[in-house]
């Protein structure tokens, strides 16, 4: 089993940056590839970002695409999700999600075997 807790969410302005955390227990982490998914009001939870177990690849979506940055850090047990210049359609709760060994098909939710219980975004114009 694998328990992931996301922090760092809030209200900015439009422009703005927040960088929001995950962190992950019950498993070695340096097996786990670690996404970021967000779900608007009334919307369908979407694929943000991903980082592959090693750390050596990472796949964005394309809204977000030279905006956000994911990144890992093994010692800590933790992924992060810089976001830069946000906008009013970045506003949602975002979720880490946790998949053992998998570098293929990050962007599909289906790929993630664990869930963090989200955090929420508000970007305000």
């Known amino acids: 089993q694998v328990q992931l807790v996301e922090s760092g969410g809030g209200l900015v302005q439009v422009g703005g940056s927040l960088n929001v955390s995950c962190q992950a227990s019950?498993?070695?982490?340096?097996?786990?590839?670690m996404g970021w998914f967000r779900q608007a009001d009334g919307q369908e939870r979407e694929f943000v970002a991903a980082?592959?177990?090693?750390?050596?690849?990472?796949l964005y979506a394309n809204s977000v695409k030279g905006r956000f940055t994911i990144s890992r850090d093994d010692t800590k047990n933790t992924v992060y999700l810089q976001m830069n210049n946000l906008k009013p359609g970045d506003t949602a709760v975002y979720y880490c999600?946790?998949?053992?060994?998998?570098?293929?098909?990050?962007?599909?939710?289906?790929?993630?075997?664990?869930w963090g219980q989200g955090t929420q975004v508000t970007v305000s114009s």
């Open positions: 999600g946790a998949a053992p060994w998998k570098s293929m098909a990050m962007g599909l939710s289906t790929t993630y075997s664990y």
């Open positions: 019950g498993q070695s982490f340096k097996t786990l590839t």
């Open positions: 980082i592959t177990w090693s750390g050596a690849s990472t």
